[in-house]
């Protein structure tokens, strides 16, 4: 599907008259113009150093790009990259500490998050692997909590909480044990309701079985909705107003798995079990896209109403976080369409909050990375000329930054034509950089995070 490419190389080369309209798309001079961007790169690129002894100093270019926004959406082309790992916690300390961003939310789901607020959880690491996907359970991300915990005691702590809306194994258990001195009967049937609801998002592929079991779950958690609401009442220790509005939260998602999604995700399931493959023809049937919608609601509702006047980090794939996936050249798709490419989380976050956010999109050059299966896979470093990963890496350093929202110019012409880029490292998309992303970091070589695991609850991606 490759949408409106050759307007796009028609309109570009007329702007800076590198081709004239008989000329079509065709640029007469690829070396010239190549040699050009490469200029133009080392003029406007900005090394991160990632040695141990750096002070995050160098990072201080970010403070006029970021002066005025309220959220940076921090991507990666793949999960379970140690350089991408580092790069971002990197970013995250200087963001905290010099440019008073108090809130990182993980691509990971908001029940698992709130079950961390467990206070027997104690140590960073059970933390970490109580909160996030296991994608991320490694030493740079470990690292990462550690410093949140010694941020906790002073006048400016760093926060942790996760976006994503698929049904977790943990809240559950936090639920249960919660209760359980209250009542142990109801905390039973909590945790098997929650049990259930796992089964039937993740595993579930027979649609009339699927609709019969959501029946049975949906007046469970209207139930579930009123108990939690007493006890918050009756219990203020133990279940605080901001601990409340959580899990309110959590339990509308499932509501609205159970009423409004159910069948796009058994869809899905039917799909991720089967050869055969049924493209959606409209957005209510894909379950990517109402994951992505419901994705980008949750971070409105974290903005609005959980931390209105904090400002927040989010981590996730590039593909959720660029700007307009709908206006991808050629995409990756995780559940196919038939038509248009679907709008993801970037692109559907409200007006109000898209003018206060910065994209950062970070790709890779060569290496290896860890998938969501545990297994090691090389990612491919045989690039086109006409790709992020080669444009970037004529830069003198890496990992590199680059800013898309500076001036155009001939030198740097790159940022509003097709180029590819790798989805996972493996699979090559076609877009237009200003289009998707605010500003781009290449890491020359990526490795696998070091005790990254498979994705046992099915994250997907």
Not at 36 to 47: C, Q, T, V
Not at 111 to 118: E, K, P
Not at 137 to 143: G, K, Q, S
Request: glycine share 4%; hydrophobic share 35%.
């Amino acid at each position: 599907m490759f949408k409106n490419a050759l307007i796009y190389l028609f309109i570009i080369g007329i702007v800076f008259g590198t081709i004239t309209p008989a000329m079509a798309y065709i640029e007469p001079i690829e070396a010239e113009r190549e040699s050009r961007w490469s200029k133009g790169i080392e003029s406007i690129a900005e090394r991160i150093d990632l040695s141990e002894h750096q002070e995050d100093t160098d990072l201080a270019f970010l403070k006029p790009l970021l002066k005025d926004k309220r959220i940076v959406l921090l991507g990666e082309s793949s999960h379970g990259a140690k350089e991408f790992n580092e790069v971002k916690i990197k970013l995250i300390r200087y963001l905290h500490k010099e440019m008073g961003f108090s809130v990182v939310a993980f691509e990971s789901p908001l029940g698992q998050a709130v079950s961390i607020l467990s206070p027997e959880l104690g140590s960073p690491m059970n933390i970490m692997k109580h909160g996030i996907s296991k994608a991320w359970h490694t030493e740079e991300t470990e690292a990462l909590f550690s410093y949140m915990e010694k941020t906790s005691e002073t006048h400016h702590p760093l926060h942790f909480t996760g976006f994503d809306t698929q049904v977790d194994p943990y809240f559950g258990a936090f639920i249960r044990d919660m209760v359980r001195e209250t009542d142990p009967t109801i905390a039973a049937e909590i945790q098997r309701t929650e049990d259930a609801c796992w089964a039937l998002y993740h595993h579930e592929t027979d649609l009339h079985q699927a609709k019969k079991i959501a029946q049975e779950l949906l007046p469970k958690y209207i139930e579930m909705e009123k108990f939690l609401t007493t006890f918050y009442l009756e219990n203020p220790t133990k279940l605080t107003s901001d601990k409340m509005k959580r899990i309110d939260k959590v339990i509308d998602l499932r509501i609205r798995f159970l009423t409004s999604e159910l069948e796009a995700q058994i869809r899905a399931n039917q799909q991720t079990n089967s050869s055969y493959i049924h493209p959606s023809s409209s957005k209510k049937e894909n379950a990517s896209y109402l994951r992505d919608k419901g994705m980008a609601n949750t971070i409105s509702w974290m903005a609005n109403e959980l931390y209105p006047n904090e400002k927040i980090i989010i981590w996730g794939h590039n593909y959720h976080i660029r700007k307009n996936n709908s206006l991808m050249i050629q995409a990756f798709e995780p559940v196919p369409h038939n038509g248009d490419y679907l709008p993801t989380m970037g692109e559907l976050l409200p007006a109000n909050l898209k003018r206060q956010s910065y994209h950062i999109g970070l790709f890779g050059y060569k290496g290896e990375t860890m998938r969501n299966d545990g297994a090691i896979a090389p990612i491919n470093a045989d690039h086109s000329s006409y790709s992020i990963e080669s444009v970037l890496h004529t830069a003198p350093f890496s990992p590199v930054f680059v800013d898309l929202t500076s001036t155009l110019s001939p030198a740097n012409s790159w940022m509003v034509m097709p180029l590819n880029g790798s989805y996972w490292g493996m699979t090559e998309e076609t877009f237009i950089p200003r289009q998707q992303y605010d500003g781009l970091i290449l890491v020359n070589e990526i490795s696998p995070s070091f005790y990254a695991q498979p994705e046992t609850s099915h994250t997907k991606d």
